[in-house]
């Protein structure tokens, strides 16, 4: 595995490159590479990385696995590529924002736009082979993806955090809520949607609320 990561974060992130785990890790992911399908393509593990650059960054959204299935995953959570038709989380997130900023529901699942506006869109796993959830769970993206966070967390401030379901909160668990905003609901996917757990929840209207009065600009979502 190559390490294309912008530059930007490369001074923040270059210890961790460096660490026995990453190590191990880089040579699993690139055996997985080798021997099955895998997602996202090789040159995309870090797009999220490359469309929110460090300096930027003012939303953290954190997912946990990239999409398995053909054609879907692009390296930014809750994200497709163009053309792809809309996983059930991601309608459930387009529904909620329709609702919640009057924004009429999208074509494109690709939130390349919204990452290009400053918001890193970080699966907690960045890699997945094809079919096969979770497979690359427990391999040492947990800890380089904790690394980025807590990163986040002790450089900047007032970042506002977005952190859906259970498994994103305990993710979250390093950030120092004294110097950001975090906002938490329940998981889009319609499990968590359907008891009443996702909508409504505002995020969209609130994240662009504190951002205006951080006299920084909201996003377009």
């Known amino acids: ?18 660490k026995p785990y990453f ?7 690139r055996q997985e590479y080798t021997q099955y399908q895998c997602y996202p393509k090789g040159k995309q593990i870090f797009s999220a990385f490359d469309h929110c650059h460090f300096n930027d960054l003012k939303v953290v ?26 996983p059930p989380s991601l309608i459930n997130i387009f ?14 699942g690709n939130l390349e736009r919204w990452a290009d506006q400053g918001v890193l869109l ?27 966070i807590r990163t986040v967390s002790t450089q900047k401030e007032g970042v506002v955090f977005m952190l859906w379901g259970g498994y994103a909160k305990k993710k979250g668990s390093v950030i120092d809520k004294n110097k950001h905003h975090v906002l938490t609901s329940g998981h889009p996917s319609p499990l968590s949607a359907n008891r009443g757990l996702w909508f409504g929840n505002k995020h969209f209207s609130q994240c ?14």
């Open 122 to 148: 970080l699966n907690a796993t960045l890699t997945v082979r094809a079919h096969t959830a979770g497979s690359h769970q427990n391999k040492g993206w947990e800890t380089f993806t904790d690394a980025v």
């Open 95 to 108: 529904k909620e924002i329709e609702s919640d900023m009057s924004i009429p529901y999208p074509r494109s």
């Open 1 to 18: 595995m190559n390490v294309n990561i912008n530059e930007s974060w490369k001074s923040h992130l270059n210890t961790e490159f460096d």
């Open 208 to 221: 662009n609320e504190i951002l205006r009065k951080q006299d920084k600009k909201e996003i377009s979502w």
């Open 61 to 86: 959204v954190i997912g946990q696995d990239p999409y398995h299935g053909p054609g879907q995953a692009n390296g930014l959570c809750f994200s497709v590529n163009d053309g792809i038709a809309h």
């Open 23 to 29: 190590q191990s890790l880089a040579a699993f992911v």
